[in-house]
């Protein structure tokens, strides 16, 4: 299986602030990473596939960077409604695998 | 546009087998561009796929679940079923029916979850 690792784990930030989040792979996945959203009690939210592409409707202070190993969700200048939970994800091999997760609280 | 919803009993019994239906509006599980999936979630936890169905009926399974896993799929009613067998508290989670797209390797649509509860 291909791990995916976040990080940070858990981050407080204040609005207007720039947040970066990493996830990593055990292995390549080329750009084959996915980032989602979710907020309590919601199902996840896609923000990013393709390392890098922006899903339509989805704010464009969310970017997406990487390829190979390594990725980056950037959110520009964090707004009250970004207060969630991160998922990064692979689907370039099965069993399709999640990061931990990265949780941004309000500081 | 498509809409995915879960359902099915929320508590089951140690031992038994957990039954959730997936039934997709807005779209066609017959649909050659997407796979059906489910996706658990256990509570405070992070996301596990489970597993897959193209509407041929192939199957795509996680393996640490492969062995107690049943994913299946009724094009006449246009939904798909997870059947998970021999459960215990480690399987309480809010499992999640979703829309893999082929062409973009995304999951879009999500279901809204559905907590199922493992407990005598």
């Known amino acids: 299986d291909i791990q995916m690792t976040q990080s940070p784990s858990s981050l407080s930030a204040s609005v207007g602030d720039r947040v970066i989040i990493t996830c990593r792979a055990s292995?390549?996945?080329?750009?084959?990473l996915n980032w989602y959203q979710q907020k309590p009690g919601k199902a996840p939210k896609l923000l990013i596939y393709?390392?890098?592409s922006l899903q339509s409707g989805v704010p464009s202070r969310f970017s997406g960077s990487g390829s190979g190993t390594d990725f980056t969700l950037t959110i520009s200048s964090l707004q009250p409604e970004d207060f969630a939970t991160y998922y990064c994800?692979?689907?370039?091999?099965?069993?399709?695998?999640f990061g931990q997760g990265t949780k941004v609280e309000i500081k | 546009q498509v809409q995915l919803q879960e359902s099915g009993p929320g508590l089951v019994k140690p031992s038994e087998t957990l039954s959730l239906t997936c039934t997709v509006s807005g779209g066609s599980v017959s649909s050659g561009s997407y796979y059906w999936n489910w996706i658990r979630q256990p509570p405070g936890k992070g996301l596990e796929w489970i597993g897959y169905i193209y509407y041929s009926g192939s199957t795509n399974y996680n393996p640490s679940l492969k062995s107690r896993v049943t994913i299946s799929v009724d094009t006449s009613n246009n939904q798909f079923s997870l059947k998970l067998s021999s459960v215990t508290a480690a399987d309480t989670a809010v499992y999640y029916c979703?829309?893999?797209?082929?062409?973009?390797?995304?999951?879009?649509?999500w279901g809204q979850g559905t907590l199922v509860t493992v407990s005598s």
């Open positions: 292995q390549s996945i080329y750009s084959y």
């Open positions: 393709a390392a890098s």
């Open positions: 979703a829309s893999y797209d082929g062409s973009g390797y995304f999951f879009r649509p």
């Open positions: 994800q692979q689907t370039y091999s099965t069993p399709w695998t």
